[in-house]
């Protein structure tokens, strides 16, 4: 299944609300959700944080690793991923803004980080690298916005060495059916539609030739991200006022969808 959305309209997108994403959810430009515990209390950033540490450790991801960022947009994780392991990390994403953003921020680091770091504008359905290339696959809130999504996995899948992880997180449709609220307020929105429930996307990796090794249902992280994130956003700027404002409530509206069932968030952890 492909949505009624395409890649260039995700691009366009991105490229334009890079200022809007740093001012609610992080000023360093990373964009992505968060998962919370007693650590990390209702303090969104260090939730996303979380996530980052769950993924690493669940990846297996090391000093020896060779990481291909699908999706990457200004290279914070990829950075991030580099200093905390010392790991080589090539970064892909469909926004050139956002790319340059990352090459940009390369070039602030120590040469023997640079030296591991590279950015690339590419699609994730055409990866311009070889088979076998890389040890992991790692990927945050971005495959949802691709319309074919069997190809993202087959094209992961070609890239990864024999023994490869891939580990990445996406939005699910946990029933067929939504309601035009909710087709709104999120899908139309986030320029997103899915064929995977948290269930039949473990299917599809199946079908291009992984092994599922663990998979974890996030739906309540995801809710409780959205409404913090309502509160993050901006009340008092005269610039981008009614777009923030719209922001807010569509917020509010993503974190009622997953109440309802009509959204969700899956982590998955697969090897090749």
């Avoid at 770091?117 to 990927?139: N, Q, R």
């Amino acid at each position: 299944m492909s949505s009624k959305f395409t890649e260039q309209e995700t691009e366009t997108y991105y490229d334009g609300q890079d200022e809007i994403y740093r001012s609610v959810w992080d000023k360093e430009g990373s964009v992505h959700w968060g998962v919370f515990d007693d650590n990390t209390g209702d303090d969104f950033l260090k939730a996303c944080s979380n996530l980052n540490d769950m993924m690493v450790d669940k990846g297996r991801i090391n000093s020896s690793s060779n990481v291909l960022d699908l999706g990457c947009g200004n290279g914070t994780t990829a950075i991030w991923l580099n200093n905390d392991r010392g790991c080589q990390v090539t970064g892909i994403d469909l926004s050139g803004v956002r790319v340059n953003n990352a090459k940009n921020a390369r070039t602030r680091l120590s040469q023997s980080a640079q030296d591991k770091l590279a950015f690339e504008k590419a699609s994730a359905t055409e990866l311009p690298f070889g088979d076998a290339t890389f040890t992991h696959l790692w990927s945050q809130a971005t495959i949802y916005h691709v319309p074919d999504k069997e190809s993202v996995l087959k094209e992961a899948y070609r890239v990864l060495k024999d023994g490869g992880i891939m580990v990445f997180d996406d939005l699910i449709k946990p029933k067929p059916e939504i309601s035009d609220h909710a087709q709104k307020f999120v899908y139309d929105r986030l320029l997103y539609d899915t064929p995977f429930s948290f269930d039949s996307y473990q299917d599809a990796l199946r079908a291009q030739g992984f092994k599922n090794l663990e998979a974890h249902d996030l739906s309540a992280h995801l809710k409780n991200s959205y409404l913090l994130l309502a509160g993050r956003v901006p009340k008092d700027s005269t610039e981008h006022a009614e777009h923030y404002a719209e922001l807010a409530d569509s917020y509010i509206q993503t974190a009622k969808a997953v109440d309802n069932q009509e959204l969700g968030w899956g982590l998955y952890i697969c090897q090749k």
